[in-house]
Nanobody, 119 residues
Framework: QVQLAESGGGLVQAGGSLRLSCVAS????????MGWFRQAPGKEREFVAR????????YYSDSVKGRFTISRELHGHRIYLQMNNLKPEDTAVYYC????????????WGQGTQVTVSS
């Protein structure tokens, strides 16, 4: 069974930086893409960033473009989300997700890690 585990969340002041990490485990894991989502209190989960495994293409939401960077390990199944110039509106639970090869959408989710940005 494939599992995702996030780490790196915490409390930071506005303008600061954090780096989130997500590692996939499971003997049969093979990814088409991995990404990050977030959910703020009282709001729906929203897309943050995505990285395709085959060609490395990246996609970002407009709200984080230019501030956040998604990257991956060259070998293995770990992705990162470098978050710079954080804003209070970035406060949310951040989730790692994977779209396995053959799946039409993200089909594996992590438990989430809290990011809190104080003003």
């Amino acid at each position: 069974q494939v599992q995702l585990a996030e780490s790196g969340g915490g409390l930071v002041q506005a303008g600061g930086s954090l780096r989130l990490s997500c590692v996939a485990s499971g003997r049969t894991f093979s990814a088409h893409a991995m990404g990050w989502f977030r959910q703020a209190p009282g709001k729906e989960r929203e897309f943050v960033a995505r990285k395709r495994w085959a060609n490395g293409e990246t996609y970002y939401s407009d709200s984080v473009k230019g501030r956040f960077t998604i990257s991956r390990e060259l070998h293995g199944h770990r992705i990162y989300l470098q978050m710079n110039n954080l804003k209070p509106e970035d406060t949310a639970v951040y989730y790692c997700a994977a779209q396995q090869i053959g799946a039409s959408t993200y089909n594996v989710w992590g438990q989430g890690t809290q990011v809190t940005v104080s003003s």
